[in-house]
């Protein structure tokens, strides 16, 4: 049996500069045509051309095929070319070489509003999305219902879907991406967009899409749903094909390759040259130091239960008495276990401060239990994330006798101190 989905050699090149931020028209042509001159005199042209020079391969040389039927976990990082990937099988964007072959009717969810019209209600946008994937209308009408209760719109049934939250918009277009029985579902991080209860509906839905024979393409940087929702894995990086096979075996190839910053060889970490940035004020994170008891530093891991102090240095360009710091721990499948963030310190000094700072973090006591843990580490500004840095580092977890009986904790997220005892029966002679 031939696979419903092809990808064939597919690359997309971004060219980078004012130049080419649109087509030019006629005049305009003709106009640095004839300026041409002028500009070399001046040493324009040169500017013009290292412009033009800048270009940027999302995606470079990607094969693989998708059986009928199968579910496909899409794992990268930021930057990676995953969701490039899915516009160009979506149809949203066209590839610079390269070719996808398609051989079923499908639907996509890859951004708040994709395939929505702004002006229509919530009512309308069911019928178009539904007349778009080839459904006659004695379809739609028959799954009407499940997706209005599904995405719990009903009260907003009839208003212009501009007027939706960006959560109302999430769980709308998954409702009616999932209930209208296309044979390729195409989902990218976008459910993170809803709340906890609805990603766990989202996900119940696409586990029995998938039960269904349908095809799945899933894209997300929760590890453990794709180990438990998929059967395959394909892992990005740099836009070039990395690894495929199956999803437990992606999932281990992708965390093994996390590289960069996430060296925990040392305990200073300069974060100039980290990958995964996401920046809205300047990259003003500029190191981290991992201490533990007595400012020991740590190289090669913490026992459980030990001390772990860090150090965050970072830039206040500006004059601010509003500015928090947040350490986000999570496991190797991408899932939250602690959040520690300055603006719980009851006792933090106040006052306003300006230009490089530290912000220590002292955690007495890290309960996980034995393994490897990634950090995402932010800065607040007054409301804006300010900047914000992925996986920045791991940290280990070693085994050792926390309890002090000689038996290692084993099983379960973290150990908490608890003590056992037996009580005398009250009726006891």
Avoid at 268 to 277: A, E, G, P, T
Avoid at 359 to 366: E, M, W
């Amino acid at each position: 049996m031939r696979p419903i989905l092809e990808i064939k050699h597919l690359s997309k090149e971004y060219r980078l500069g004012r130049a080419f931020h649109r087509t030019e028209n006629f005049r305009e042509f003709l106009k640095r045509k004839l300026t041409a001159p002028v500009r070399a005199l001046r040493g324009s042209q040169a500017a013009e051309e290292r412009i033009k020079e800048e270009r940027f391969w999302a995606l470079r040389d990607v094969s693989f095929d998708v059986a009928e039927g199968d579910v496909v976990g899409i794992i990268g990082r930021n930057g990676a070319g995953k969701s490039t990937l899915l516009k160009i099988i979506s149809r949203i964007t066209d590839p610079t070489e390269g070719a996808v072959l398609v051989r079923g009717r499908m639907a996509s969810l890859l951004e708040v509003g994709t395939g929505f019209h702004p002006e229509l209600t919530g009512r309308e946008n069911i019928f178009l999305n539904g007349a778009i994937l080839g459904m006659r209308k004695a379809e739609i009408v028959s799954k009407f219902d499940e997706i209005v209760t599904f995405a719990e719109v009903e009260k907003f049934l009839d208003t212009p879907v501009k007027h939706y939250s960006s959560g109302m918009y999430v769980r709308l277009a998954f409702a009616v991406a999932a209930h209208l029985n296309p044979e390729i579902l195409i989902v990218d991080e976008v459910l993170a967009v809803g709340d906890v209860a609805f990603q766990k509906k989202c996900l119940g839905k696409m586990n029995e899409v998938s039960r269904g024979g349908r095809t799945v393409l899933f894209v997300s940087h929760n590890m453990a749903a794709i180990e438990n929702l998929c059967k395959h894995g394909v892992v990005l990086e740099h836009g070039k094909l990395a690894f495929q096979g199956t999803s437990k075996e992606a999932v281990h190839h992708y965390l093994n390759s996390l590289s960069g910053a996430q060296d925990s060889t040392g305990h200073i970490l300069d974060l100039s040259d980290v990958s995964d940035r996401r920046s809205m004020v300047g990259p003003l994170l500029k190191r981290l130091e991992f201490y533990t008891d007595r400012d020991r530093p740590v190289i090669e891991g913490l026992q459980i239960g030990a001390r772990l102090k860090i150090r965050v240095h970072f830039d206040l360009p500006n004059p601010t008495s509003s500015f928090n710091i947040g350490l986000g721990f999570n496991n190797v499948f991408g899932q939250r276990i602690f959040t520690a963030h300055s603006q719980f310190e009851p006792n933090r000094a106040s006052g306003e401060r300006v230009g490089p700072q530290v912000f220590v973090c002292d955690i007495p006591s890290l309960t996980f239990m034995p393994g490897e843990y990634t950090l995402r580490l932010w800065l607040d500004i007054g409301n804006t994330e300010a900047d914000l840095i992925n996986d920045v580092a791991r940290v280990t977890v070693i085994e050792s006798d926390y309890y002090g009986t000689g038996k290692v904790p084993w099983n379960g997220t973290f150990v908490l101190k608890h003590h056992w005892y037996i009580e005398q029966a009250a009726d006891a002679k």
